[in-house]
T-cell receptor, first 115, second 112 residues
């Protein structure tokens, strides 16, 4: 199988604080990981693509200084939402793909609520 | 016009029926096709992926791709209430551009 985990599954934080979300590929090495955001009843919106050992590529309109992505190893990528505000409240989902493959395997998602 | 069109539904069918879910796309550069199932408040789960035109079967699921018509389908046989979810088609252009382009998703309900 191809299992991707995310931690935490749910987090509530106060406005102005930073939150880190971890994404791990448990049984394969992922040279590429992706971070998505999903609003209720909408499809996934790609935020950034991260490759191990290099800087993430952010989609247009996504603030790279606000959404810090680190892909330190072939099995771990982190998304840090800095100085979170209520409008950052959303469902964040990561995915990973095997080297040479196109299909992405998604994590279970992290629900962020900023109060 | 969106690159990938998918009827959002909702689609309701009785248990045991065959379900047909479809997507059309406009960019002939798409080469790789996937279907995901997403339950409420969960990440998408990969159901099927295919790289070529034709049919691919896996258990109760059949993925069909017609590149000449730019049309893909997912068939679910002997549908079960546990199949109730949102189904997303997704496609990729090529290696070096691995971003998924999603359809909007079809909400499916299987009625016991």
């Amino acid at each position: 199988g191809a299992v991707v985990s995310q931690h935490p599954s749910r987090v509530i934080c106060k406005s102005g604080t930073s939150v880190k979300i971890e994404c791990r590929s448990l049984d394969f090495q992922a040279t590429t990981m992706f971070w998505y955001r999903q609003f209720p009843k909408q499809s996934l919106m790609l935020m950034a693509t991260s490759n191990e050992g290099s800087k993430a590529t952010y989609e247009q309109g996504v603030e790279k200084d606000k959404f810090l992505i680190n892909h330190a190893s072939l099995t771990l990528s982190t998304l840090t939402v800095t100085s979170a505000h209520p409008e950052d409240s959303s469902f964040y989902i990561c995915s990973a793909s095997r080297p040479g493959a196109y299909e992405q395997y998604f994590g279970p998602g992290t629900r962020l609520t900023v109060t | 016009q969106k690159e990938v069109e998918q009827d959002p539904g909702p689609l309701s069918v009785p248990e045991g029926a065959i379900v047909s879910l479809n997507c059309t796309y406009s960019n002939s550069a798409f080469q790789y096709f996937m279907w995901y199932r997403q339950y409420s408040r969960k990440g998408p789960e990969l159901l099927m992926y295919t790289y070529s035109s034709g049919n691919k079967e896996d258990g109760r699921f059949t993925a069909q791709v017609d590149k000449s018509s730019k049309y893909i389908s997912l068939f679910i046989r002997d549908s079960q209430p546990s199949d109730s979810a949102t189904y997303l088609c997704a496609m990729v252009i090529s290696f070096g551009n691995e971003k998924l382009t999603f359809g909007t998703g079809t909400r499916l309900t299987i009625i016991p």
